[in-house]
């Protein structure tokens, strides 16, 4: 083939230059052009409006004025509305540090009812979760009220463990006793959730009730791997009045200090006019 001339070249190559120099014009205005410019212009907002960008300015302003490092809020002490006419309010006063914890294996274990390589593989752990309840009994009722339930705090969750793969190359030497056992396999494996080991109650409580004599339960139950509740700790109170219109206060105490738990109903006042509150 013979060669091409100068002037041959000149003219292959000037339309693909025409064309990367019109490319970088493109790119070079949109770098200076303004950011919120090519924001107004997009589809999204040219179909919906420009309403929809303030609404997320606005949210956004919103998330980012909330402090993320916020301390974790106890449950949310029960305020019941005012009592009706018919009917008087019993409230649960709660002292001290009404702080409650539990520990990882609650529940004693007997010798023998568990296998020696279950301590090998980590520590026991027989809690897998705790609430707490405050119930009545009416005189001359069977029934048992139940005035108020936490949620179930989560201590503890099982989940598959699987062995990570044997390390590239030739096999490493064992020793015979290893090599007897053999890989490890799959198993269950319990993970502990400390976080969630205390639970900060609230300071008071306070429930519409008929007029009547009640025992008053404040109790702890404690969530097996099984899925069973069995309870933990508790205190009751017993013949508190309750009147038409008026208030009686319960008091009691929780706390944990020095890993002794403290849960005690201690007394109750006579019923009260609401404005004394």
Known sequence: MPAATPGRIMTTLMPRQREETKITQRIRSREESPRTENSLHHPFLARYGQGVLASWMIAAGVLLAQDPKQEPQPVPQSVAPAAPADQGTLRLEISGSRMYCVKRNEVEIKPGSTKPRQYRNGPLTTTFGYKYQISAIRRGSAGVVKLFESPTFRTAYREMWTPPPPPPGPPLPISP???????????????????????????????????????????????????????????????????????????????????????KLDSADPPEAPASQ
């Open 177 to 263: 006793d290893a090599a007897r056992r053999g890989r490890p396999t799959k198993r269950n494996v319990t993970r502990w959730i400390p976080e969630n080991t205390c639970a900060l109650l609230s300071e008071q409580y306070s429930f519409p009730l008929l007029p009547g004599h009640y025992d008053v339960y404040l109790g702890f139950d404690l969530l097996l791997g099984t899925g069973q509740w069995v309870p933990l700790q508790s205190d009751f109170v017993t013949d508190v009045v309750v009147e038409e219109s008026r208030v009686t206060r319960v008091h009691g105490s929780v706390g944990d200090s020095n890993g002794i738990r403290t849960v």
